[in-house]
C-alpha cells in the first residue's frame, strides 16, 4: 500500500501483509511514518529502506539491506518534505484483503502524530498491488484500479494461467515468489499499456474445409466464424499491455486462414506467445484451431537507421536494423532480392538480452545500389512466428562537383594577371561535416598555387610567374584537379584546365626594300617567337580603307618556326598599302606592319606590238611600235631591243594609247634570216619590262609580191598584226589577224581578235586571280562571266579564239576557293554550258587542233573548281544547268552511309557514283567529295579511234589528302546500244605531252545489259567508250589474221633453220647463191616484221595503253622490216628477170650481192627514216588508236602503200615474163605431153613466185574500193597472213636441190649424180646474137630463145635446156 505523510513533507510507498486487521494496520501504519520522518532528521540519510514486518511474530522490525528490498524514494522539498513509502502487507489468509482494502479506503485521513519532536502527517493510504499465490514460486500479481505497472517491466508481463474471462476483472501476471517489485504506480502516459496502441496482424489456421461464405461477410456461416474468433481473442488477448480489442478482418482458403487484427500496446513475443496458447480455452474444438501456424507480422516496431544520412557513389554505408526482442534469423532485401554475404555486403548481427540488432554494410556504394532495402526479423516458436518487417529507400548520388570555371585562359605576361591572380574553386551543393578536399597539378607549365576550404568548396589561387611558361609553351595546357572526399569513402575529381599564353612579339619583314613595280613579284614575311598560334591573318590597309587578304593559295604558314609568307605574284595597284600581319592565340592577337608602294608599270600582256610578224627588205626601214593605253600616268623610258640593239623611241598619242615608235633598217644582208625586236620600259625605281617579240623575216634579194601600209612580202608569206579597237577604252583587245600575200595582195586568213566584252572579262579575270580579295569578289565575277557569255554567244560559237579566252578564264578563276553557294556553282556551271553548246562544236575542232588542247583544260578547269569548293553549314547543294550537275557531301565524324549519287541528264541518260564507306572514313573531318555530271563534254574531248563516249562523263573529286589508292564505282547508262566491247576510261591529263588523253589503267568494266558498271583505284574523270560492233566477218578475218601469222612466224623460223642447215650445199653458184640469199633475207624480215605487228595488235586489241615513245619505235620497225620484205622480193624478182633477158651478160656475186643488200636494206632505212623526220615534228607520224602510220593528217602510211603497190607491180611484170618465156613457141607442133609439161611447169612458177614476189598484196588494191566485196578482204587475210608458209613450201621444200641436200645429210649413199645432173647448165646462145644486141634483148625478153630445129617431128627440148639459169631461181 501507499502511505503519504507530511509532518516535514514525507511520502512513502507500502505493500504488506498483515497478522490483524487494525492492531497490525495501525501499528505497522505509525511505526513506518515515525521511521520515515526520524530518518528525514538523520544526517546520515539513506535513500533506500527497507522494512520487514513479521506477521508470525506479531513484531515491527526495521532491518536495512535484508535480503527483502524496498524502494524508497525520499525526495525533498522543502519546505514541506513530502514523502511517499510502498508497503508490503503479507496475509495468511486472503479473506483479509477486501476488509483490509475497505478499511483503508474508509480510513480518516488525514493523521497526526508526534514522534520524537518530529510532526508527522498521513496525508493518503492506497492499496496498488495484489498478488495472489499461483503455484510454488510464483505469485499472480494485478494493479487495482488506477494504478498500472511501470513501463520498465511491460515486457516483462506474462499472464496468470488462471486468467477470467471476464473483462472487468484485472489481469494477473506471473511474479517470482516472493514478489520484490516494482509495484504498480499510478497511471501516466508513460505507464505499462498507456501509450498510443498498435495495430497487430495476425493469422491462424483452422484445420476444417473452407466454404465459400467464408468469401462473404454477409453469410450467417462468416458471422458465426467471426463472432466465435473474435471472442476467444478477445479474451485470450485481453491481458496484452494496453489492449483495446481483437479483429477478424477476412477468410482465405488454404483450409480455413483467419486473418485478424490485435490492437494493443507494445507487447513481447512471450506475451503474445502466451496469449496464442490460451486462445484454445475459449474456442470450439471444432474449430481445428492449429496452434502452430500463429503467425504476426509487425511493421512498425523496428527502428532502421541509414548512416551517413547523404550517400554518395564510393561511400562505405551502414543499415542498421533494431527490435526490442531476441532473434538471429535476420534477412536483408534490395527491392525483393534477398542479399547474400559478399563483396559489396557485409553483415552483422548484435543481440542482447532484450534487443536484436543486424548492420548492413555496403562497400563503395554505386547508382544502382539505390533504392529500398528491407530487414526481416524472424522470431518463432511452437505457439508463433513474428515477422518484423521494415523498410526504407535510400538515394544514391554521385558526388557532384561544380567548379566555378572549367577552362581559363591565362596571359602569362599580362601585369593584370600577376596583381590578381585567379581564383580557382570546387564546390558540391551541400554542406557536409566531414568534407575534405586536395590540389593537384599536372602540365608542362608548372604554376602553382595556395589552397584554402570553406564550408562546402575549395579553392586555389594561382601564383602567376611569366618565368614559368616561356613563349615556346604558349597555348599549353595546365590541368588543375581537385579531389573532394566525403569521409565516407566517396571522392571525386575535377580538372579545370588553364591555356597559359603569352603575348607574342611578331616581325615583319618583306622581300624587297618598300617599293615594287606592278606586275612584279615579291613577298611578305612574318615572324613570331609563339609557334602555337591558332591563326594568322593578312590585311592590307590603304588610307581609310582595310581589307583583308583572301588569297589561300599565295599564303603560306608554318609552325616551327612560327612564319606566314605571303607570296604576290603579280603586283597590281591593289597590293599598295600597309600590310598588318596578325598572329592569333585563342584572344590574343600579335601584330605587325610594313608599308609596300606599288609603282606602275606596264604588264606584258597590255603592251601593243605592231606589227606581231611581217617580212622585211634589207636597207628598207620598217615601222616597230608598241603602244600602252593613256590610262598610265606614269612616265617610263622606253627603247627598243633589235637582235640585242637598244635604239630610242618616239612617243606619239594614238587615240587611246601612247605608242612609242622607232623605223629599224637591216644592213647587213648577206643572207636570209629571222631578227626579233621587243621594247622595254623602265620605270622610276629602275624595275622593267619587255613586250613580246616582233618576229622580222629578212627576204634579200627576192621579188616582193605585197606591198602597202600593212608591210610588204613574197607571194605566201603571212603577216600578223595586232587588234586596234578604238571602242575599247585600252585601245586594243587581245589575241591577232593573220593575213597571207595572195596575188599581190593581204588578204586576211584567220581572225584571233577578242570581242571587247570578252577581252575585257579576260582582263577582269586577271585582275581578281591577282588581287587580295579574290575569294571575296568571285561570286560577283562569276555572275558577270555567265551573262556577258551568254550575250556572245554567238560570237563565241563563230570565234576559236574568244571560245579559247573563255576557256582560259575558266581555268584561272577555278584555282580561287569558292563558298559552295547555289548560285555560284550555277553561274560556273552555266557559263560551261553556253560553251560546249552544238553550237560551238566546229570552233572546238579548231581549238583541239593546237598546241595546248583547250578541251582538256576545260575539264581541268571544272574539276579544280568542284576540288576547290569550301561547304557552307557542312552542305554541298545539288545543282544542275542544262547539261552539267553537281552533287556532293561533307565527310563529318558522324558519316557512317555509303556516298551514293544518281545523275540524269536531259536526254534520259543516268549514272551513278558509289563510294563505299570504308572509303569515306579514310578521309579527314570535314573534307568534301563533290561529283559533276557532264552530257556534252565528253563529245568535245578527243577520242581513239573508233571508238565514242557512249555515256555520260562523271568527275569525282575528293579535296581530303588521301592515299593513291582509292575505290569508287560507276554505273554509266549505254546512249548507243549497238556499240560494244566497253572499256572504262578516264582523262589522263599526263597522256600526249600532257595535252591528255583517253586512259583505262586502273578501271575495270563490267556490263549489265544496258549498263556498263566501272570499278576504279583512283579519282579523275571517267566515262566510257565503246566501238562498233564488228562483224562476224570481221571476227572471221581477226581469226585468219592471227592464226595465219602464227603459222607463218613457224614456217619461217624452219625455213631460216633448213637453210642454214642446207646452205653449203645449194650455194655452188652465183645464182643458186643469189637466190637463196634473197630467200633467206625475206625470211628473216617477214619474221621481225610478223612478230612486231603481232605483238602489237595484241596489246591494242587488249586496250592496253602503250606509251607514246613505244608506239614510235614499234611504228618505225615494223615500217622498216616489212619494206625489206618488199624491197627483198624486188631484188628477186630483178634476179629473175635479169636471168631471164640477160642471159649472157654475167655480173660477179660481189657486185649482185651489193646490190641485193642496199635495194633490200638501204632503200627501207631511208624511206623509213625520211617519213619519220618529216611527219614526228608535227606530231603525225602514227594513229592515235594503233600504233601504225598516219593516214588522216601527214599522209605518212603512202611511205609504205607506194612503195609496196610499185614493187607489187613490178613482180608481176617480172612473173607475167617468166610465163611468157615457158610458153615461148617452139619450132613444129608440140604433142599434148609438152603441152601438159609446160602448163605444169607454169603453175609450178606461179606457185613459187606468188609468195616470194609479194604478188598477193596486189588484193590490197581490192580492199581499199569502197564497198568492194568481202572475199577480196578474207582472200588478202588469209594469203598474206600464211605467206610465210607459202615461202617455206614453195621457196624451200619444193626445191629439188633442197630436198637432195636434206637426204644428203642423213643418208650414207652418195647422190654425186643427181647432183651433177641437177647442176648442169646448158646455155645455147641464139643465133645472131653478137650481131645483132638489141635483136636479142628483144627476143629474149619475148621468150624467143633457144634452138631452133627444122624438122619438126622431133620434139623440141631446147626450152629448158636454154633456160636453166633462169629456172633454177624457180627450183
Same mark, same amino acid.
Given at each position: 500500500m ?27 501504519l ?13 544526517s ?9 514486518i ?21 525526495t ?17 489468509d ?9 478499511y ?5 485521513l ?31 500479481c494485478s ?7 511501470p513501463?520498465?517491466?511491460c515486457?516483462?508481463l ?36 498507456m501509450?498510443?496502441?498498435i ?17 462473404n ?7 458465426k466464424?467471426?463472432?466465435d ?5 478477445n ?9 483495446e ?66 550517400i ?5 554505408v ?13 534477412t536483408?532485401?534490395h ?12 553483415m552483422e548481427?548484435k543481440v ?11 562497400i ?21 512466428t ?23 585562359d ?10 590578381n ?20 597539378v599536372?602540365?608542362?607549365?608548372n604554376?602553382t598555387g595556395?589552397s ?48 597559359y ?8 619583314s ?40 583572301g ?42 606592319n ?10 606584258k ?15 628598207v ?6 603602244c ?42 648577206s ?15 629602275g624595275?622593267q ?33 595586232p ?15 593573220i ?5 599581190k ?12 566584252p ?11 586571280v ?52 547555289e548560285?555560284?556553282?550555277h ?8 560553251i560546249?553548246?552544238d ?24 574539276e ?16 544542275s ?44 573531318q ?10 556534252r ?11 565514242y ?9 575528293v579535296?581530303?589528302n588521301?592515299?593513291?589508292k582509292?575505290d ?39 556490263e ?6 566501272c ?5 579523275t ?10 562483224s ?29 642447215l ?7 653458184n652465183?645464182t643458186?647463191?643469189m ?9 628473216i ?5 610478223d ?18 615513245d613505244?608506239?614510235?619505235v614499234?611504228?618505225?620497225?615494223i ?7 618488199f ?43 625520211v ?9 603525225s ?7 601504225w ?31 611468157i ?42 580492199t ?7 572475199v577480196?578482204? !578474207? #582472200?588478202?587475210?588469209?594469203?598474206? *597472213?600464211?605467206?610465210?608458209? %607459202?615461202?617455206?613450201v $614453195?621457196?624451200? /621444200?619444193?626445191? +629439188? ?24 647448165? !646448158? #646455155?645455147?646462145?641464139p643465133?645472131? *646474137?653478137?650481131?645483132?644486141? %638489141?635483136?636479142?634483148? $628483144?627476143?629474149? /625478153?619475148c621468150? +624467143?630463145?633457144g634452138?631452133?630445129?627444122v ?12 633456160t636453166?639459169?633462169?629456172?633454177s631461181?624457180?627450183?
Open positions: 501507499r502511505i503519504t505523510c507530511c509532518p516535514t513533507g514525507c511520502t512513502a510507498k507500502s505493500s504488506d501483509k498483515m497478522p490483524s486487521l487494525i492492531t497490525a494496520g495501525l501499528h505497522c505509525f511505526l513506518l511514518v515515525t521511521a520515515c520522518c526520524q530518518t528525514s532528521q538523520d546520515s540519510f539513506r535513500p533506500f529502506i527497507h522494512y520487514i513479521d506477521s508470525a511474530l506479531g513484531e515491527e522490525i526495521f532491518q536495512p539491506e535484508m535480503h527483502r528490498q524496498k524502494r524508497n524514494m525520499l525533498f522539498d522543502l519546505p514541506p518534505l513530502e514523502y511517499t513509502v510502498d508497503i508490503e502487507v503479507s496475509l495468511t486472503s479473506s483479509f484483503l477486501e476488509p483490509i482494502k475497505e483503508f479506503k474508509n480510513l480518516n488525514p493523521v497526526s502524530a508526534n514522534i520524537s519532536n518530529a510532526e508527522m502527517t498521513v496525508s493518503d493510504v492506497n492499496v496498488t498491488t495484489v498478488c495472489l499465490p499461483s503455484g510454488e514460486n510464483s505469485s499472480c494493479c487495482e484500479n488506477g494504478y498500472a505497472w513501463s520498465a517491466v515486457s516483462d506474462i499472464t496468470c494461467p488462471s486468467i477470467s474471462q471476464a473483462p472487468n476483472l484485472p489481469c494477473g501476471y506471473v511474479k517470482e515468489a516472493p514478489f520484490l517489485g516494482p509495484y504498480c504506480e499510478p497511471q501516466t502516459e508513460d505507464s505499462c499499456g501509450g498510443e496502441p495495430v497487430v496482424n495476425m493469422s491462424v489456421r483452422l484445420d476444417t474445409d473452407f466454404w465459400d461464405d467464408l468469401r461477410s454477409s453469410s450467417e456461416l462468416y458471422k466464424y467471426k463472432a474468433l473474435e471472442k476467444a481473442f479474451a485470450s488477448y485481453r491481458c496484452l499491455p494496453g489492449f480489442s481483437a479483429t477478424v478482418t477476412d477468410f482465405r482458403p488454404g483450409s480455413v486462414f483467419v486473418n485478424y487484427e490485435v490492437k494493443a500496446g507494445a507487447a513481447s513475443f512471450d506475451q503474445i506467445a502466451y496469449s496464442n496458447k490460451i486462445v484454445p480455452q475459449f474456442l470450439d474444438p471444432a474449430y481445428g484451431l492449429d496452434q502452430g501456424t500463429f503467425t504476426t507480422e509487425i511493421t512498425n516496431e523496428t527502428n532502421f537507421t541509414v548512416s551517413p544520412g547523404d554518395f557513389e564510393g561511400d562505405t551502414r543499415l542498421i536494423c533494431e527490435i526490442n526482442s531476441t532473434s538471429q534469423d535476420v536483408w532485401y527491392f525483393d532480392q534477398i542479399i547474400s554475404t559478399g563483396f559489396p555486403y557485409l548481427i542482447t538480452t532484450r534487443t536484436s540488432m543486424s548492420i548492413l554494410k555496403i563503395n556504394i554505386t547508382m544502382k545500389d539505390s533504392g529500398s532495402y528491407r530487414c526481416t526479423f524472424t522470431n518463432r516458436n511452437q505457439h508463433l513474428v515477422i518484423y518487417n521494415t523498410m526504407k529507400t535510400i538515394a544514391v548520388s554521385p558526388l557532384y562537383i561544380t567548379p566555378n570555371l572549367n577552362d581559363i591565362v596571359t602569362c605576361n599580362s601585369p593584370e594577371m600577376q596583381t591572380s585567379p581564383l580557382l574553386s570546387c564546390c558540391i551543393d551541400r554542406h557536409l561535416p566531414s568534407l575534405t578536399g586536395d590540389w593537384k599536372n602540365g608542362a607549365i604554376i595556395v584554402s576550404f570553406s564550408e562546402n568548396c575549395t579553392e586555389y589561387r594561382l601564383d602567376i610567374n611569366q618565368s614559368l611558361c616561356p613563349p615556346e609553351k604558349s597555348g599549353t595546357v595546365t590541368t588543375y584537379t581537385c579531389e573532394l572526399q566525403t569521409g565516407h569513402g566517396a571522392r571525386s575529381t575535377q580538372n579545370i584546365r588553364v591555356t599564353l603569352r603575348t607574342a612579339h611578331v616581325t615583319i618583306p622581300s624587297i626594300n618598300s617599293s615594287v613595280s606592278k606586275g612584279y613579284s615579291f613577298n611578305v614575311t612574318c615572324e613570331s617567337d609563339v609557334s602555337n598560334y591558332d591563326s594568322i591573318s593578312w590585311k592590307i590597309q590603304s588610307g581609310n580603307n582595310t581589307e583583308t587578304v588569297c589561300d593559295t599565295c599564303i603560306k604558314n608554318s609552325k616551327s618556326p612560327a612564319t606566314s609568307v605571303l607570296t604576290v605574284e603579280t603586283a597590281t595597284q591593289d597590293w599598295s598599302g600597309t600590310y598588318i600581319c596578325t598572329f592569333s592565340q585563342k584572344y590574343l592577337e600579335s601584330s605587325a610594313v608599308t609596300i608602294d606599288v609603282i606602275s608599270l606596264p604588264l600582256q597590255n603592251i601593243l606590238i605592231d606589227p606581231i610578224a611581217t617580212s622585211i627588205q634589207c636597207k626601214q620598217q615601222a616597230l611600235e608598241c600602252i593605253s593613256t590610262n598610265s600616268v606614269d612616265d617610263y623610258t622606253v627603247t627598243f631591243v633589235v637582235q640585242q640593239n637598244e635604239f630610242q623611241v618616239v612617243r606619239k598619242k594614238k587615240g587611246n594609247l601612247f605608242c612609242y615608235m622607232y623605223n629599224y633598217t637591216e644592213t647587213e644582208c643572207k636570209e634570216k629571222e631578227l626579233t625586236a621587243y621594247c622595254r620600259f623602265i620605270n622610276r625605281i624595275q619590262v619587255s613586250s613580246e617579240s616582233i618576229r622580222l623575216h629578212l627576204i634579200p634579194d627576192m621579188e616582193v609580191s605585197c606591198s602597202d601600209s600593212f608591210g610588204i612580202g613574197i607571194e605566201g608569206a603571212t603577216l600578223i598584226k587588234c586596234h579597237d578604238l571602242n575599247n577604252p585600252d585601245g586594243f583587245t587581245r589575241g591577232n589577224k593575213y597571207k600575200c595572195s596575188n595582195s593581204w588578204k586576211i586568213e584567220r581572225n584571233n581578235c577578242l570581242s571587247a570578252i577581252n575585257n572579262l579576260l582582263t577582269g579575270a586577271e585582275a581578281l591577282n588581287s587580295p580579295d579574290a575569294k571575296a569578289n568571285l561570286p560577283t565575277y562569276l555572275a558577270e562571266l555567265k551573262e556577258k557569255t551568254k550575250e556572245e554567244q554567238n560570237t563565241i560559237s563563230s570565234s576559236p579564239a574568244n571560245l579559247g579566252a573563255i576557256v582560259t578564264i575558266l581555268n584561272m578563276v577555278s584555282s580561287i576557293p569558292a563558298e559552295a553557294e548560285f555560284t556553282i553561274n560556273f556551271l552555266s557559263t560551261v554550258d553556253f560546249v553548246s553550237s560551238t562544236t566546229e570552233a572546238w575542232e579548231d581549238l583541239n587542233k593546237e598546241e595546248t588542247l583547250k578541251s582538256s583544260l576545260l575539264l581541268l578547269s571544272v579544280n573548281f568542284s576540288l576547290h569548293l569550301r561547304a557552307v553549314n557542312n552542305t554541298i547543294p545539288s545543282v544547268s542544262n547539261s552539267l550537275q553537281l552533287q556532293g557531301m561533307v565527310v563529318t565524324e558522324n558519316s557512317n552511309t555509303d556516298y551514293n549519287k544518281n545523275f540524269r541528264s536531259t536526254e534520259n541518260l543516268t549514272a551513278n557514283v558509289l563510294i563505299d564507306e570504308t572509303e569515306i572514313q579514310t578521309l579527314t570535314n573534307s568534301t567529295i563533290v561529283s559533276v555530271m557532264y552530257s563534254l565528253g563529245h568535245i574531248l578527243p577520242r581513239n579511234e573508233p571508238d563516249v557512249n555515256g555520260l562523263l562523271l568527275t569525282t573529286t579535296s581530303s588521301r592515299s593513291q582509292f569508287i564505282n560507276m554505273t554509266f547508262a549505254k546512249k548507243n546500244s549497238s556499240l560494244k566491247m566497253p572499256q572504262c576510261v578516264f582523262w589522263n591529263f599526263t597522256l600526249n605531252k600532257y595535252k591528255g588523253g583517253w586512259d583505262t589503267h586502273g578501271c575495270t568494266p563490267t549489265v545489259e544496258d549498263y556498263v558498271i570499278s576504279c583505284n583512283h579519282l574523270s571517267f566515262s566510257i567508250l565503246m566501238s562498233p560492233d564488228k562476224s566477218q570481221a571476227v572471221f578475218e581477226d581469226y585468219i589474221t592471227y592464226i595465219g601469222l602464227g603459222i607463218s612466224i613457224l614456217s619461217l623460223a624452219v625455213c631460216i633453220i633448213i637453210e642454214s642446207v646452205w653449203k650445199y645449194v650455194t655452188n652465183t643458186s647463191y637466190r637463196h640469199v634473197c630467200i633467206l633475207n625475206i625470211a624480215s617477214l619474221l621481225i616484221a612478230v612486231w605487228f603481232i605483238v602489237t595488235a595484241s596489246i591494242n586489241n587488249q586496250n592496253q595503253q602503250m606509251s607514246r613505244v608506239c614510235l614499234t611504228t618505225f620497225f615500217h622498216f622490216f616489212y619494206l625489206c620484205v624491197f627483198w622480193m624486188l631484188s628477186l624478182g630483178l634476179m629473175l628477170f635479169y636471168r631471164l633477158v640477160f642471159i649472157l651478160h654475167d655480173t660477179s656475186k660481189t657486185t649482185q650481192k651489193a646490190v641485193a643488200f642496199c635495194l633490200g636494206y638501204g632503200c627501207p632505212f631511208v624511206i623509213a627514216v617519213t619519220i623526220a618529216v611527219t614526228l615534228p608535227r606530231n607520224y602514227t594513229r592515235k588508236d594503233v600504233c602510220l598516219n593516214w588522216k593528217d601527214s599522209k605518212a602510211l603512202l611511205a609504205f602503200v607506194i612503195p609496196a603497190l610499185v614493187i607489187v607491180a613490178m613482180n608481176l611484170f617480172i612473173t607475167a615474163v617468166v610465163i618465156k615457158i610458153l615461148r613457141p617452139t619450132i613444129g607442133d608440140r604433142s599434148s605431153r609438152q603441152e601438159r609439161k609446160s602448163l605444169f611447169q607454169i603453175g609450178k612458177s606461179v606457185a613459187i613466185l606468188t609468195p616470194l614476189l609479194g604478188l598477193t598484196w596486189g588484193f590490197g588494191f581490192a581499199i574500193i569502197k564497198n568492194s566485196h568481202q577480196f578482204h !578474207i #582472200l588478202f587475210a588469209l594469203l598474206n *597472213a600464211l605467206q610465210g608458209l %607459202f615461202i617455206l $614453195f621457196g624451200t /621444200l619444193w626445191d +629439188k636441190k633442197i630436198q637432195e641436200a636434206l637426204l644428203k645429210r642423213n643418208s650414207i649413199s652418195k647422190w654425186s649424180s643427181q647432183q651433177t645432173k641437177s647442176s648442169s647448165l !646448158i #646455155l645455147v646462145t643465133m645472131l *646474137a653478137m650481131s645483132y644486141p %638489141f635483136s636479142r634483148t $628483144f627476143n629474149n /625478153l621468150g +624467143k630463145t634452138k631452133y630445129r624438122s619438126s617431128s622431133e620434139p623440141s627440148s631446147s626450152s629448158s635446156e636454154n636453166s639459169k633462169s629456172y631461181l624457180l627450183n
